[in-house]
């Protein structure tokens, strides 16, 4: 079965770093690219970025690039979301994807996805 | 603001059938077949339903449907159940990188 597994939930306050994780099992991991999607509280999905764990090579939409990065380690098939100083802006919950795509990081669809972690940012 | 429009909100009683509607421009959903569409269920990690705007991944009832005319693509959920109360996002290739999503729509199974 393809599964993705994220850490759990965070509490931090503003400032401080984290990261988290998500997990891949059941499929070549670094074949697959893997995405990052925001859900801000009552909000709708946002695509964050992509990696292709395979070579590391990451994409990140405008809205988010240098505020996160996005980063794989192949050999324990785990992909990582980090922020260097979090923000009150960034509690949110977080979901890992496996991506289907049609050119090289060029995704059409999303599956499976990971349960999401719920990161919550406050002093 | 979203690439894609979809209601906000949309009902129906236990049985019946629902539309939700997903439209977009000439330059995603009208240009390509490549139209997707997720369940998000508090708690749960969300579920690809519909990929390449009718087909159903192994596992999703047929009650799930979809359609697209035009710019619009539409997700059907006939004879609804009370677990089908969830949100309902659609996304669309758009020939760029970046896979846009619609605000969402709140299925109510009245």
């Known amino acids: 079965e393809v599964q993705l597994v994220q850490s759990g939930a965070e509490v931090r306050k503003p400032g401080e770093s984290l990261k988290i994780s998500c997990q891949g099992s059941?499929?070549?991991?670094?074949?697959?690219?893997i995405a990052w999607v925001r859900q801000m509280p009552g909000r709708g999905l946002e695509l964050m970025g992509i990696i292709y764990p395979g070579d590391s090579d990451t994409r990140y939409s405008p809205s988010f690039r240098g505020q996160v990065t996005i980063s794989a380690d192949n050999s324990i098939t785990t992909a990582y979301l980090q922020w260097s100083s979090l923000k009150a802006s960034d509690s949110a919950m977080y979901y890992c994807a496996r991506t289907v795509s049609i050119l090289r990081g060029v995704p059409v669809r999303l599956d499976p996805w990971g349960q999401g972690t719920l990161v919550t940012v406050f002093s | 603001q979203s690439a894609l429009t979809q209601p906000p909100s949309a009902s129906g009683s236990a049985g019946q059938s629902v539309t939700i509607s997903c439209t977009g421009t000439s330059s995603d959903v009208g240009a390509y077949d490549y139209v997707s569409w997720y369940q998000l269920h508090p708690g749960k990690a969300p579920k690809l339903i519909i990929y390449e705007v009718t087909k159903r991944p192994s596992g999703v009832p047929d009650r799930f449907s979809g359609s697209k005319s035009g710019n619009t693509a539409s997700l059907t959920v006939s004879g609804l159940q009370a677990d089908d109360e969830a949100d309902y996002y659609c996304t669309s290739y758009s020939g760029t990188s970046t896979l846009g999503f619609g605000g969402g729509t709140k299925l109510t199974v009245l």
């Open positions: 059941g499929y070549n991991f670094g074949n697959y690219w």
